[in-house]
């Protein structure tokens, strides 16, 4: 049985769904705002419920999920 990997978003993904850029989640990051988690290559990797809570968190406007649309 193959597990599917529950972290399928990156940071261009989380950059859109907030409307900000990367140098601004790098900050947010760097100020301890989120500790995102990392893959073997050391992106940072977010699983759909993690993006949720990101967006709840930091964005104004709040979660604009229909952009993950099927």
Known sequence: MILENPYKYKTPDLCK??????MTLYTWEQKG????????????????????????AFSPMGPRMWIFKS
């Open 33 to 56: 705002m989120f500790s995102p988690p990392r893959n073997t290559a050391g992106d940072r990797v977010f699983t759909q419920k993690q993006m949720t809570e990101i967006a709840y």
């Open 17 to 22: 769904l907030l409307g900000v850029t990367r």
